[in-house]
Structure formats: structure tokens, C-alpha cells
């Protein structure tokens, strides 16, 4: 369970968040939506540790962990793939993933499963991750976060620039892991999937939450309202 | 410096592809492609991940070297420079947004807009903010942050920062590379918007993996796959094509 | 302003006014070494035995009863900054008389600013000659007192292959033009003259060309560091003072451990002053240093010069009765002064000083013995005018 | 969205490029002060001042360069070098034919061959010389700039490459001794196009001649940086490549910062020998290189005035306490490499928006976000729009 | 003949000198990009401690052996300090790495001389480095063979290191992307401090091997410096192996120009093949080609 409180945080002087406050159930989907700029990808930053936050708690199953290093918020469940295709440029696909996989050898059929999922991964395997297409570094940032065994997974518009059958299975990844009990904080543009298939929304704008609600269809309707306002 | 004649107004300003291969080592990102995308409409471009889209753009400004030929208005553009291409008229922007982002709004802008001018130009000081640019922040919708660092906007943006450089150094040929990814459904239709003012009197090619976009949008279709160009037509015609839903649409769209 | 006429330019000097305030019980000097950069390792000790001279002259009722007070400026290795500070030392700090500077470089920089602010430099280092200007007392040695009795003592112990190796800078590209001129008209012969860049390490392509040589001797005029990487390369291709005997002149005992006492054990070197003459002045002067900075420390001739000059400005000053320049130059020549290594007197005419040439070889101490030496000191004669063979030279 | 006009105005107003008000005051003041020193000073300090000016030359073309075009040279000794032994070529040839010498300068005929090598007889005319001492050091920054830049050598490969060329220029120097005086350099000059250089009267001219190129480079500089060129420069300096796509050449950009960089360098060299009396390698060697920046960098790289404060600090401080405390001087001038580039990136000039942020902050003014002046915000160079936290 | 086999192996054996000195640096250059000036003030901390062993151990050839990994901990705890201490707020600006790390060298030098003061001190070298072999009718040095052997065992270790290990992986990933790795699980504090240290400990290693051709002085290391960067640049950031290939290359050219001509030539000629190399290949000999505009 994520909770996080009053959280506040900007870059340098800018303050973009004021005070955000929402929760992640142990099981579901929470989708964040919201317009260019409201805060999305800062929130998520600031979750991760990126950023500091300024003011508030960000609560991690009943541990404050708005202190630590990123890395010691991944050691402790929580994955993130960040915004814009991003990837060690200069290491191959597969170095990418033996990166954040480790040696020992459950990872190892972890890294087969990823390449199974995503089959360019396996075709480019050995491609530095920098030559590959924008969508192929996509699939391979999703991988890398997996590969961590995340208990919350953390995506910042992941079918930004995917085309839309790999996009499919994205979400399908994402519903599959839901399903098996990996909370997922998403943040996404394409309201009508969001909402309908999380468990809890909330919007976002100018860095405040300015409605929530349960997700399903008939929400989606509300969702478009406020955010044509 | 050479000096390259910018492209005139209501000149033909199609742009050809001819035979175009794009070889990274023995792995062909673009094989063999033969392409005409002509000025006035919305012409997008789609195809799987991979599919050789952005190399295609990139092959167009310059910044790969390929076989074949290219030409815009009727003038080849193998063996100019990346600048001198720009200089004539053709720009784009990136995948992932690029802008000066130490600069402000209106300063990168204003760069833009003096792109490929005389040189003397570069040693003058901007005593206020040119009317064009005026109109370009109108436009793009970012009057109101004129005086901010790009580096502060939000992702989407910056992407209409970069549409607006386009428009400022008076591009004729204009090759978007996923513009609209990453906004809300109204931004997208204002960025669509956007895109059918400017279209006439130029070639706007449109990278999407937005299909909603594309079908609100679109007036032409070219798809990609492998780097080789699968089928070419309307809106209608792509999306009935079979090759085209197992290839790239997937299951999902076809619901 | 004043435009340069026919007449002379640069007699500007006569007129300049000398700010030396000689009312008190003190009287300024100055001392300008470099304590940074790459020659503080030289300069450093030649300021200890300046500092030295100058306590010992205080001790003893200073310089006409006036306490020396040491104005101390650092030339940071750089000629402009030497410069800078002796003009600083001059104008600035109103000094009677500057005591230091090391390489040419230094010397060439600070000439003109003597020169135009008529004051008084005392350089206390063995140099390449070709140079007396009115304004410096050169108390090392020139090259007639160390270059050439070098050369002469090679020839007497029958060497007649010469291979050159030196630092490139002035020093040793002009000692080396001086000994090529030796050679012609002494039936030696030259076989290689090679120059490293200063500091420079790598000495394997020049050690690989001496063994192809056929030389039966090195004159080395390199400077500092360079003589270790070049002894030890030396060494490894198995050359030795037997097999190859090498003259140094830029090698003084405070060198030799860094170098390797392994290396230079049994060679030679050329010089006015080791530590170990058996002189009573000498002993003094070893004994007081040592007391003064530490058993572990030696001496070298450019201390050694350094701490003479500091007397013989003392005595040229006594005898003219006066601070003034003008006097105490008028009354410099002759004076003379019995130094650590010997009697030493100051030349009027070029304002060198009469010194005694020495080779010395490298003991088992890590000092440096006198096997040769002149009978008697040797006149100064810094454009050698006195050689036939020279004639060419200047 | 309605605004009213006078914000509208205000908008504008903001967005208008160049130095602020308060900058043009300390310019003046600055002028001001420069001028009237040989007033207070004694002809030494005098002197050396002009030789600090000389140094502040340097700066004030890597301000533009390193501060706007992000371009690190190391290698700045190398125009330096070139405008100093230009002058001095000439001084040396004057000074040897005056008063019927034989034309012959006096080293050559010490550890050369008495002969004038051929390359030096065009400076035997004041006005070759004259047009040389920028010219020589242009086209050679053009083509190096053009040849590198073109191929896209950049960042730290470009300034170990300046480094390189400037240690081997030093050693060029003085490996070919007969020509060029080898380590000992060129000195002992006497006159300075026909006026006596010995002479008060003389000394105080070639201060306010100093002076007043000093002045006139600022001015130059100062709206350089702040015309498009500059906004191209900086925009070149971020994102390089991206500048290609609008039409600009960024090496042409950066070849012509650089070009004029090397000018202002070699000019600074040129007066620097009359001055001084003496150049050598060991003043435009890597260590003299790389200290031209230190200057740079604590008076602000990128701001307007910054680089000639800064490298006069420098020289003074270097002056007054390399003497007394030689080692000190060493662990000082190290520090203030260390405390300045790390901890203070914009160099001092940055403290004053902060402090004066800070108290109008302390006063609870309104209004205190504003000022987002491009020319304010961009004297932090590096600090990147979004300050993470790093632990 | 045996004049050019006795001047491929000086070449050989000046490359080994070279590649030592920028072993280190392909790691702290080539893949943290930060420009460190004070590099050769690692060396030259190497070649002190070679020194300070031998007040306690007289055996030299033991003092070395005691020397390798001390100099390496010695060095490699300057660098942790220095990392800590100011690097660490500099991964942004890299180039600024470059004057900030001049800074320190200045002052480790100037300490070098309060310490040990300015003239070179002593160093006993062991007997059997001080003599030479034949081989092909050539002589050379038996300290040289051990500096190229030291050589090639540290680049193959390094380069073992980066490629076949997760820690190696690390340490490139960390430059890539910081931001990246953080958000990977990938503990950057720590990674950024190891290679740095590792780079720093590397160069006093390489200090260590130096004593036995030159001499040990304060500024021993900067006479190393630019020669090192030419090196890892001409070789290009991204391979050690660039790095080999450009300091035996430029070992050798440098012997054969100074056989035929001077030394001062020699270093004046190899400065400006370098260059002239940078216009053919501007991202060394072995180059990664990118896609990315930064
Ligand atoms: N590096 C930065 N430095 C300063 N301000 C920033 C920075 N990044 C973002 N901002 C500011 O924070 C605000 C929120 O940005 P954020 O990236 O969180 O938006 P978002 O909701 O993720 O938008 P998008 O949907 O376009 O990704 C933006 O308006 C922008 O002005
Ligand atoms: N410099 C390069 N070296 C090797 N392969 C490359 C290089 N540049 C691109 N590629 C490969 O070429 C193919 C086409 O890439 P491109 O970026 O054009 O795809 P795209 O159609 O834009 O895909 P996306 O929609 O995911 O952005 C990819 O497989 C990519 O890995
Ligand atoms: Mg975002
Ligand atoms: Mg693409």
C-alpha cells in the first residue's frame, strides 16, 4: 500500500506539486490523469525520489520512505518506467536487462520470459539500446522494470509512441499483473482505457488533485468533463 | 557558407523518394523505398515500432547517409548538409522533444526564426519581440509563457515549442515525428487543429501511432513495416487492409 | 613622451633616480628565487645558503653597520614573473642590491629591469656565457672555468668520441656549440649530439643510438629530472662509469641521491665547489649549514656562489663607503673574498669572479671528490676571447 | 486571454535583449576607476595594472567563448603566444637597426648564425605587424576551429585537443632557439614604434592605450553576447546538433566564437610585450592556459563584466601573495579552482541576484518570483532548469 | 635490422609508459567522463608511497611488491575523497571536472613538495630490474618488460571488469543515464565512488611502475598528463582497447620520429598526429555511433 500525504516538491524555486495527497490499494490499478504539465511525471518523480519532496510523507507499506534513495525504493518494490523511452544507451538490449536482473539463474529464465513477451527484445538482443526504435526501447524500459519483481509498478504514459498492437499488450500486461496482485500506478493520456479499467482514478491539475473517483465505464464520461473544464 | 535558396511560395514542393535504403551495417532500417508525398494535406506516416519511420525523417534532413535519391520541389537533397536541407525549407522535429531549454520561449523562437538568414542578421539585438513570433506564441498557445526557460515546460509542450520553431523558420516541408504523444484528448485536437491551419501552402508529414488521430486527421496514409512500405491510400483503405491489422493495429484496434 | 633619437636609446638609465633609503639602521636587499614551479627544486637551496650568509652577515654588525633586511621574492619558475619581481624588488621595495635567479631564461628576463632601473643583480649560478652586462655580477662559473677545463681534462685522459646529450634550452645547446668548436680544433670528434625536451623521460631511443655510437664519452649538460630517467636507462643497457664515462655538468651532490647513487657511482662532473674540499672556509661553511638546516643536507657550488656573492657585494659596498650603484660598481673590481672553495676575486672588466675549475667523480657517499684542479683560479672570460677556437663563437 | 496594455509593455520590456542598468553602471565605474588609477599609483603598479589588462584580454574572449559557446579552450596560450612574439619580432627588429645597429637582434648572433631568418623580415614594418598580430592568430583559429568543429570534436575532446597544440606550441617555441630565443624568449626591448618604452610619460600612454582596448573589447564583447549571435552561441553550447535543423552551421557558429576569442587573445598578447619587456614559452604554456580561465570562472563565465573582474582578482591576488607565502599561494589558487567551479558555477557575479533575491525575500516584497530575466537566469550555466537532488 | 626491432620495442616499451597512465583514466574519463587533471597527481602519489615503503622495508625488491597494493589503496582513497568530497556534485557538468580536478593537482603537488620536499628522492630498484635482455639482436631494459606486462594485465583486468561483470555494467550504465540507473535499483552513490576509486587506484599503480624509468619529484605525474588524455581520446571513450592501440601506436610513431630527427621533434610531431588523427576519426579509434542529438 502507497499512501502519500500532502505532498509538495518542484524544481528549484518552481514549486509544480501543492500538496498532493492519494493512495495505492494493494490490489489495482490507479490511473493518474491530467493535462500537459499539471504534475503527473513530477508526482511520479517525487514518488520515486527523483525529486525531494518538499513537504509531505510518501508512505510505502507502513514505512516512510520519502527520505530514501531511489534505488533503496526500487530494492524495496517499487518499479518505474519513466516517461520517454529511456534506456542506457551505450549497453545492448540485453545488457540493459542483465543490468537490473542480477546473475543468479531465476533471473536469467525472468530475462527469457521478458524476451518471450516482447520478441524484438530477443531479435536486437545484442543491439546497442540507443540504435534501437523509440517503441523497441519502450518495451525494453517495461522489461527492465519487471525484471526487478516489483510489488508496485509505476508507468508514466507507457504506450506513448508504441504502436497501437504492442500497446495492446501492454495493457494486457498491465491487467495480467494486476490481476496477480502488482499494484500499478499509471499514469495515461487515453482516458476512455484508463479509467474504464482501473480501480481508482484521480485527476490531476496544476499539481492538485482536483477529482477522484472509483474507475469503470461509467466514469469515463465524468473524467472527460473535468478535464474539458 | 553556400548560400541555398529557400523554397518560394506556390512553388511545387513534393517531396520524392526514389529507391531510398538506409543500411546500418547489413541490417537495412530502409529498403528499397519509393514514396511521394505531396503539399496541401495531411499525409501520415505509420507503421510498427521499427518499421524505419524516424530513419526515413532522418534521412530526409540529413542526418543519415542512404542510396537512392530524395528531392523536395524537384531539387535532390543527397550531399547537402543538414543545415543547408533546413536552410531550404524543410524541418522537423524529434521523437523526443528537442529545444534550447536554458533558453526562453521566445528565444528559441527567435533563433529559429533567424535560421539560415544573412549573417550580419546574428549581429543585431532584439530589441522586442517580432511580430511573427507574437503570432507563433498565439498559435502554438504558449503566449503565456513566453519568458519561461523551455526547459520548465511539460512535455507536451515543449512539442508545440517545437512545432513553433518549425513554423518560425518558415519550413515549407514539415516532418513531425509523433507530435501529438503524450497529450490529452483536447490537446490532441488542438494540436490537429493546429496542424490543418498550417498545411496549406506546405507538405506536413505526420508520424502517429495515434489512430484516433490519424483517422480524425489524416487526409493521406503511408505505412511502413520492416522498412519497406506496405500499402499507401486513404484512411479507410488502411484500415481495411488485413496486412496492416496483423502487423500493426493488433487485436485491440480491430475491436 | 621621448621618442627614440639618434642617440642613444637606452642610456635612459643614467637618469633613473634610486629610491634605496639608506637613513636607517637597516638596509633592504633582495633575494628572488623560484620557490614554486618546476625549479623551486634547484632554487630552494640556493636561498637557504643566501638566508644563511645574510644571518651570518647581521650576526657580525651587517654591511656598514646597517642590518640587512631581506626583502624575499618568489620568481615562480617564469621569467616574467623574475621580471615583475626584481623590478617589484627595485622600485617597489626600494632594495640596495637583488641576489638570485638560476636558469638563462630567468637572468635574460630580468637583464633590461637592472639595466634600466640601475641596480644590482647577483647571479650565483654556472651558466653558457656570451653575456656581461654593467648591472649583474656573475659569480658562478663561466664556461671557461667549467665547460672548457671539462674538455680540456676529457682530452688529457685521451677521450676522443664525444656523444652529447642535453636538455633543450639555451644552456646546453650553447655549451654544446662551445664544445663542438673544442672538438674540431682538438682532434676529438663529435658523434651525436641529442636534446630532450625539459623534463622529458624517455631516453630509450637516445641510450639505443650511444650504444651504436662508438662514443668513449658523455658530455651531459642535462638539467634536473631528466638525469634519472636517462642514468637509469643508462644503466639497464649495462653502461657504467667504465664503459662509459660521463661528465656532468649540471650535477651537484643534492641531485645525486635522487638519481641514483647506483648510477653515478665513479662518474664525473665538472665544477668549482664540492662539498668535500678540505678547505677551512669550507668546513665552516658545511658545518654551519648543516647545524643551520639539518645534518642530512649538502652543499653544491650554486649555494656555495650564491653565499659568496652576498660577501663580495658586502666588501665592494665597504670599500666604496656607499650604497650607491654607480660607487659600489666602481669599486667591485679586485675585491675578492676567501671562499668555501678557495680565493675567488671579482673581474672589473666583465664582472665575473676568478674561480677555481674542478672535476670531481662521485663517491660511495653519495659526495663528490676533486680529482683535478687548476693550479691557481682561473681568470673569467665569459665570451672565452682568449680561445683561438672560439673565435667563431660569438 | 486579456492583459492590459502596460503589462503587455512589461512583458516586452522583459523580453528585450542585453546587459541590465546595473551592469552599465558597473561598467562605468569600472572605466572610471581604471583611469583614474595612474592618479594614485606609482609608475611600477602602473605598470603592472597594464599587465594585468593584458591578461584580462584573454578573459574577456574566453568569456564569450567558454561562457556562451561552452567551449573549453586550453589553449589560449597559443594566440596569446602568437600576438606577443609578433610584437616582439618586430620590437627586436626596430631595437636592433636603431641607431645603426646591424638589424641583427642580439640572440641570434649569440646561439645562432647572425643571420635574420626569413620569416621574421616582414615584421621589420610596424604596419605588417600591425595587421599580423590579429590576422595570423585568426586564420589560424579559423582553421583550426573550422577543421575541428566541422568534424564535430567537441567537449572535452576539444579542449584536450587545445591543450595538446598548445604544449606542442611551447615546445615548438623552444626547441627552435636560434629563431625564437628558445625558453629564455624575447626581451631587453628599448623602444615600442619609435617612442621610448623606459620613458614615465611613455609608460603612462601605453596604460591608457591598454585601457582603452580594454574598454572597447568589453563593449564589443558585451553586445556580442547579447545580439542573436549570442543566443545562437548558447543555443549551440546546449544542443548542438539541434541547431543543425534550423539551418544553422554550429561549427561556423563556434569557429567564429572561437576566431574571436583568439583575436582578443593575440591583441592581449601583442601589448602584453611592450609592457611586460619579455615574452617567453612559460607564459603561454598549458599551466598559463588553463589559469586565463580561473579568472574566467570566478568572476561570473558567462555574465558581462564577469571575466575582467575575475582575472584582475586573480592577478592581484597572485601578485600580492605568491611572494609572501609562495606554498600558500599553490594550496590558494588550487582552492579557488575547487571552491569556485563547484560550488560557485556562475562565479561571484552570480551572488548578487541571489543575495539580492534573498533580501527581497527577507523584506517579503512582492513580486519576488519575477524577474525571470534570460540574461539573469543564464549566468548559472550548468545548472540544469530542473534541479534534482542527489544524494 | 636490429636498429628498427631495437626501436619497435622502445616504442613498445614508451606505449606501455603511456598506456599505464591512462589505464586509470579509461575508466574515470572513458566511462564516468570526468576530466581529471590531478590524474598524474595519482601517479605521482603511487610513486611517493614506493618511497615510503622503502623507509620501512629495505629489500627493494620486497617494497615493491608491498608498494603495488598500497600505492593502489593509497591512491584509490584520494580518489574516494575526491569523488566524495567535490565530484560528486559535478556529474552534470563534466567539463567542468576538468578545472576543478587542476585545482586539486595544484594542491597535491604543492602538498608533495611541503611533504617530501622538491627535490627527487631516493628509490632503490631492485637488482634484476636494472639489467637488460637481448631480444632479436635488440637490448631492452627488463624494467620495461615488467611495465608492459603490468600493462596488458591491467587493461585485460579492466576490461574484463566492464564487460563480463554486473558491477562492470554498472559502472557504464551509471554514465549513460543516472537518472535511469537510480530509478533501475541501481545504487549510483556507490558505483560512481568504486569506479573512481578503482580509476585513482589504478594510476598510483601505475606510479609504482614509473619509479623504475624516471625520476620521483612532485611533478612527476604532470609530465604524464596531456600525453594520457591524447591517448584515451585518440582511442575513443567508449574501449580500452582504443586506448592500447593509440599509446603503442603513439609509442612507436614517437621512437621512429626520434630516431630519425630529436626528441623535442619527436613529442612535437606525435602532439600533431593526434590531432591530424582526431580530423580522420573525431571520436577516436573506436567509436559508437549514436542516434541521440545531445
Ligand atoms: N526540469 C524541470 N524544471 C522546472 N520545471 C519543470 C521541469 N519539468 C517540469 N517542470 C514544470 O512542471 C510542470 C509539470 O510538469 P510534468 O512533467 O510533471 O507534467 P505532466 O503532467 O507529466 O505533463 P505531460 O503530460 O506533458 O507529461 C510543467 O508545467 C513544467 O513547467
Ligand atoms: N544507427 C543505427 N544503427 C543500427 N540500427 C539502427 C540505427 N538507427 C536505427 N536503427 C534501427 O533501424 C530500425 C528503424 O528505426 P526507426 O527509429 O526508424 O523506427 P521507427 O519506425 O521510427 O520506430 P518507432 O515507431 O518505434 O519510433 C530499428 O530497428 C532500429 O533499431
Ligand atoms: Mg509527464
Ligand atoms: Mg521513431
Known amino acids: ?229 | ?255 | ?394 | 486571454m486579456k492583459k492590459t496594455m502596460s503589462a503587455v509593455i512589461a512583458r516586452r520590456d522583459r523580453r528585450v535583449a542585453g546587459p541590465g542598468r546595473s551592469s552599465w553602471i558597473l561598467f562605468a565605474a569600472l572605466a572610471m576607476v581604471l583611469a583614474l588609477a595612474p592618479m594614485v599609483l606609482n609608475q611600477f603598479n602602473i605598470g603592472l595594472l597594464a599587465k594585468f589588462l593584458c591578461y584580462s584580454m584573454v578573459a574577456i574572449g574566453l568569456g564569450l567563448l567558454w561562457g556562451r559557446g561552452g567551449v573549453l579552450s586550453l589553449g589560449q596560450g597559443v594566440f596569446f603566444g602568437l600576438g606577443g612574439y609578433i610584437m616582439a619580432m618586430h620590437m627586436q627588429l626596430a631595437d636592433a637597426s636603431a641607431n645603426g645597429g646591424s638589424g641583427v637582434p642580439e640572440f641570434m648572433s649569440l646561439y645562432g648564425n647572425g643571420h635574420v631568418p626569413g620569416w621574421w623580415l616582414p615584421f621589420r614594418s610596424g604596419v605588417v605587424t600591425l595587421i599580423a598580430i590579429p590576422v595570423v592568430p585568426m586564420l589560424v583559429a579559423w582553421a583550426l576551429g573550422a577543421a575541428v568543429f566541422k568534424r564535430r570534436v567537441k567537449g572535452a575532446y576539444f579542449s584536450i585537443l587545445s591543450q595538446a597544440l598548445v604544449a606542442a606550441f611551447a615546445l615548438l617555441l623552444i626547441g627552435a632557439q636560434t629563431s625564437t630565443g628558445g625558453s629564455n624568449g624575447l626581451s631587453d626591448f628599448t623602444g615600442f614604434f619609435g617612442y621610448v618604452l623606459n620613458d614615465p610619460v611613455n609608460q603612462r600612454s601605453l596604460y591608457y592605450l591598454v585601457l582603452i582596448v580594454v574598454l572597447v573589447m568589453l563593449l564589443a564583447t558585451g553586445l556580442l553576447m547579447y545580439s542573436r549571435f549570442g543566443e545562437v552561441l548558447l543555443a549551440v553550447r546546449d544542443t548542438e546538433e539541434r541547431v543543425r535543423f534550423l539551418g544553422y552551421d554550429p561549427a561556423s557558429i563556434k569557429t567564429a566564437a572561437f576566431v574571436y576569442a583568439a583575436l582578443l587573445a593575440s591583441i592581449g598578447g601583442a601589448l602584453f610585450v611592450p609592457v611586460a619587456g619579455i615574452i617567453s614559452p612559460s607564459d603561454i604554456g598549458v599551466t598559463p592556459s588553463i589559469i586565463f580561465l580561473l579568472g574566467v570562472a570566478l568572476g561570473g563565465r558567462s555574465t558581462f563584466l564577469g571575466p575582467v573582474l575575475g582575472s584582475l582578482i586573480v592577478s592581484i591576488a597572485q601578485n600580492s601573495l605568491s611572494s609572501a607565502f609562495p606554498s600558500f599561494w599553490s594550496y590558494l589558487e588550487g582552492a579557488l579552482f575547487i571552491v569556485v567551479i563547484a560550488l560557485l558555477p556562475g562565479g561571484v557575479a552570480t551572488l548578487v541576484p541571489s543575495i539580492r533575491r534573498w533580501r527581497r525575500r527577507v523584506s517579503g516584497a512582492p513580486g519576488a518570483r519575477g524577474g525571470s530575466r534570460a540574461s539573469q537566469t543564464d549566468a548559472v550555466p550548468e545548472a540544469s532548469a530542473g534541479e534534482l537532488v542527489s544524494r | ?294
Open chain 5, 1 to 294: 635490422m636490429d636498429v628498427v626491432v631495437g626501436q619497435l620495442l622502445a616504442g613498445l616499451s614508451v606505449g606501455s609508459v603511456l598506456l599505464l597512465a591512462a589505464v586509470g583514466m579509461s575508466l574515470t574519463f572513458g566511462q564516468m567522463g570526468i576530466i581529471n587533471m590531478a590524474h598524474g597527481e595519482f601517479i605521482m602519489i603511487g610513486a611517493y608511497t614506493v618511497y615510503m615503503v622503502q623507509q620501512f622495508v629495505s629489500v627493494a625488491a620486497l617494497s615493491y611488491v608491498i608498494a603495488i597494493p598500497c600505492a593502489f589503496l593509497l591512491a584509490a582513497a584520494v580518489g574516494v575523497l575526491l569523488e566524495q568530497g567535490v565530484l560528486q556534485f559535478m556529474y552534470r557538468r563534466p567539463l567542468d571536472t576538468l578545472l576543478v580536478t587542476f585545482g586539486v593537482s595544484l594542491i597535491l603537488q604543492q602538498a608533495a613538495r611541503d611533504i617530501f620536499g622538491a627535490p627527487a628522492v631516493a628509490i632503490n630498484i631492485p637488482e634484476f630490474l636494472s639489467g637488460h635482455v637481448s631480444l632479436l639482436g635488440a637490448a631492452i631494459p627488463v624494467s620495461r618488460i615488467l611495465i608492459i606486462v603490468l600493462a596488458m594485465v591491467l587493461v585485460l583486468l579492466v576490461s574484463w571488469l566492464l564487460k563480463a561483470t554486473q558491477v562492470g555494467r554498472r559502472m557504464r550504465a551509471v554514465t549513460v543515464n543516472r537518472e535511469l540507473a537510480e530509478v533501475s535499483g541501481i545504487p549510483t552513490r556507490r558505483t560512481d565512488r568504486l569506479t573512481f576509486a578503482l580509476g585513482s587506484g589504478l594510476a598510483g599503480i601505475a606510479g609504482v611502475a614509473i619509479t623504475l624509468i624516471g625520476s620521483t619529484t612532485p611533478t612527476l605525474g604532470s609530465n604524464y598528463i596531456v600525453y594520457a588524455f591524447l591517448v584515451v581520446v585518440a582511442g575513443g571513450l567508449s574501449s580500452i582497447w582504443g586506448a592500447v592501440i593509440a599509446a603503442v601506436a603513439l609509442g612507436i610513431v614517437q621512437s621512429a620520429i626520434a630516431f630519425g630527427t630529436t626528441q623535442s621533434i619527436a613529442t612535437w610531431v606525435s602532439f600533431l598526429l593526434v590531432v591530424l588523427f582526431l580530423q580522420w576519426r573525431p571520436q577516436g579509434i573506436f567509436s559508437l555511433k549514436t542516434r541521440s542529438l545531445a
Open chain 2, 1 to 255: 557558407m553556400t548560400k541555398i535558396a529557400a523554397m518560394e511560395e506556390g512553388q511545387d514542393l513534393a517531396v520524392r523518394v526514389k529507391g531510398l535504403t538506409v543500411a546500418f551495417g547489413a541490417f537495412h532500417a530502409i529498403d528499397d523505398v519509393d514514396l511521394e508525398v505531396g503539399g496541401n494535406h495531411l499525409h501520415f506516416l505509420i507503421g510498427p515500432n521499427g518499421a524505419g519511420k524516424t530513419t526515413l525523417i532522418d534521412a530526409i534532413t540529413g542526418l543519415v547517409p542512404y542510396t537512392g535519391t530524395i528531392s523536395v520541389g524537384g531539387r535532390a537533397l543527397a550531399r547537402m548538409t543538414v543545415q543547408d536541407i533546413a536552410r531550404f525549407g524543410v524541418g522537423r522535429t524529434f521523437q523526443t522533444a528537442t529545444v534550447f531549454e536554458r533558453q526562453t520561449v521566445v528565444q528559441n523562437l527567435d533563433i529559429a526564426l533567424r535560421g539560415g538568414r544573412h549573417w550580419a542578421s546574428l549581429l543585431t539585438l532584439r530589441r522586442e519581440v517580432p511580430e511573427r513570433i507574437e503570432e507563433i506564441l498565439e498559435i502554438i498557445g504558449l503566449a503565456g509563457h513566453a519568458d519561461e526557460l523551455a526547459g520548465v515546460l511539460s512535455h507536451g509542450q515543449k512539442q508545440w515549442l517545437e512545432i513553433g520553431m518549425v513554423l518560425a523558420a518558415n519550413a515549407r516541408v514539415i516532418l513531425l515525428d509523433e507530435p501529438v504523444a503524450g497529450m490529452t484528448l483536447d490537446e490532441r485536437e488542438a494540436t490537429g487543429e493546429l496542424l490543418r491551419r498550417i498545411c496549406p501552402d506546405r507538405v506536413v508529414m505526420v508520424v502517429e501511432h495515434d489512430m484516433d488521430f490519424m483517422r480524425r486527421f489524416a487526409d493521406a496514409v503511408t505505412v511502413m513495416s520492416r522498412g519497406q512500405v506496405l500499402v499507401e491510400g486513404s484512411v479507410e483503405q488502411i484500415q481495411a487492409n488485413q496486412q496492416v491489422q496483423d502487423t500493426y493495429l493488433g487485436v485491440a484496434e480491430a475491436v
Open chain 1, 1 to 229: 500500500m502507497l499512501t502519500v500525504e500532502g505532498l509538495v516538491a518542484g524544481y528549484g524555486r518552481t514549486r509544480v506539486l501543492h500538496g498532493i495527497s492519494m493512495s495505492v490499494p494493494d490490489a489495482g490499478i490507479v490511473a493518474v490523469l491530467g493535462h500537459n504539465g499539471a504534475g503527473k511525471t513530477t508526482l511520479m518523480k517525487t514518488i520515486m525520489g527523483l525529486l525531494r519532496a518538499q513537504q509531505g510523507s510518501i508512505r510505502w507499506n507502513d514505512e516512510e520512505i520519502s527520505r530514501l534513495a531511489p534505488n533503496e525504493r526500487v530494492k524495496r518494490g517499487i518499479a518505474y518506467v519513466p516517461q520517454g523511452q529511456q534506456s542506457f544507451g551505450q549497453l545492448t538490449a540485453l545488457e540493459n536487462m542483465e543490468l537490473v536482473a542480477g546473475s543468479d539463474r531465476s533471473r536469467a529464465e525472468l530475462i527469457d520470459e521478458m524476451m518471450d513477451r516482447y520478441p524484438d527484445l530477443r531479435r536486437y538482443s545484442s543491439r546497442r539500446a540507443e540504435l534501437l526504435s523509440g517503441g523497441q526501447r519502450q518495451q525494453l524500459a517495461i522489461a527492465r522494470a519487471l525484471l526487478t519483481r516489483p510489488r508496485l509498478l509505476i508507468l508514466d504514459e507507457p504506450g506513448e509512441g508504441i504502436q497501437p498492437s504492442v500497446v495492446a499488450d501492454i495493457r494486457r500486461t498491465m491487467l495480467d499483473l494486476a490481476a496477480t496482485g502488482i499494484q500499478v500506478l499509471l499514469v495515461e493520456q487515453q482516458i476512455d482505457f484508463a479509467v474504464s479499467h482501473c480501480t481508482q482514478y484521480v485527476v490531476v491539475a496544476s499539481g492538485r488533485i482536483v477529482d477522484r473517483g472509483e474507475g469503470g465505464a461509467n466514469s469515463v464520461g465524468q473524467v472527460r468533463q473535468v478535464l474539458t473544464i
Open chain 3, 1 to 394: 613622451g621621448s621618442q627614440v633619437s639618434t642617440a642613444s636609446g637606452g642610456s635612459a638609465s643614467a637618469s633613473v633616480k634610486s629610491c634605496v633609503d639608506t637613513s636607517g639602521s637597516k638596509i633592504k636587499i633582495g633575494f628572488i628565487n623560484s620557490l614554486s614551479g618546476t625549479m623551486a627544486i634547484s632554487e630552494k637551496t640556493v636561498r637557504d645558503s643566501l638566508d644563511m650568509a645574510a644571518d651570518e652577515i647581521n650576526k657580525s654588525g651587517g654591511v656598514l653597520g646597517k642590518q640587512l633586511d631581506v626583502q624575499a621574492a618568489d620568481g615562480a619558475s617564469d621569467p616574467n614573473t623574475f621580471a615583475q619581481k626584481a623590478d617589484q624588488l627595485i622600485r617597489q621595495n626600494c632594495v640596495a642590491a637583488v641576489f638570485g635567479g638560476w636558469t638563462s631564461a630567468s637572468r635574460k628576463a630580468m637583464k633590461p629591469v637592472f639595466e634600466k632601473d640601475n641596480s644590482l643583480l647577483y647571479y650565483p649560478v654556472q651558466y653558457e656565457g656570451m653575456e656581461s652586462s654593467p648591472n649583474i655580477y656573475y659569480t658562478g662559473a663561466a664556461p671557461n672555468q667549467q665547460i672548457v677545463p671539462a674538455l680540456d681534462w676529457m682530452k688529457s685522459k685521451g677521450f676522443k668520441k664525444l656523444f652529447l646529450v642535453g636538455s633543450d634550452y639555451v644552456f646546453p645547446r650553447t655549451a654544446n656549440k662551445i664544445i663542438q668548436a673544442y672538438a674540431k680544433a682538438n682532434g676529438m670528434t663529435v658523434v651525436d649530439e641529442q636534446y630532450v625536451p625539459l623534463g622529458g623521460t624517455d631516453f630509450t631511443t637516445i641510450v639505443n643510438k650511444l650504444k651504436d655510437s662508438g662514443a668513449d664519452a658523455v658530455f651531459n649538460t642535462l638539467n634536473g629530472d631528466s638525469n634519472v630517467a636517462f642514468f637509469r636507462q643508462f644503466a639497464s643497457m649495462g653502461f657504467n662509469s667504465t664503459t662509459m664515462p660521463t661528465i656532468s655538468v649540471s650535477i651537484a651532490e643534492q641531485e645525486i641521491p635522487g638519481v641514483g647513487l647506483d648510477n653515478l657511482k665513479g662518474q664525473y662532473t665538472a665544477w668549482d665547489y664540492y662539498q668535500t674540499l678540505d678547505t677551512e672556509q669550507n668546513k665552516k661553511f658545511v658545518s654551519d649549514f648543516k647545524a643551520r638546516y639539518g645534518q642530512d643536507r649538502v652543499t653544491s657550488d650554486p649555494m656555495e656562489a650564491a653565499y659568496v656573492s652576498l660577501y663580495l657585494w658586502k666588501a665592494a659596498v665597504e670599500k666604496a663607503n656607499s650604497f650607491d650603484v654607480d660607487k659600489v660598481k666602481a669599486n667591485s673590481d679586485g675585491i675578492s673574498f676567501d671562499a668555501p672553495e678557495g680565493k675567488v676575486t671579482v673581474d672589473g672588466e666583465n664582472h665575473h669572479v676568478y674561480k677555481t675549475p674542478r672535476i670531481g667523480q662521485v663517491n660511495s657517499a653519495g659526495l663528490i671528490d676533486t680529482i683535478w684542479q687548476t693550479p691557481s683560479p682561473l681568470k673569467p672570460d665569459p665570451y672565452l676571447k682568449d680561445y683561438d677556437w672560439a673565435k667563431g663563437l660569438s
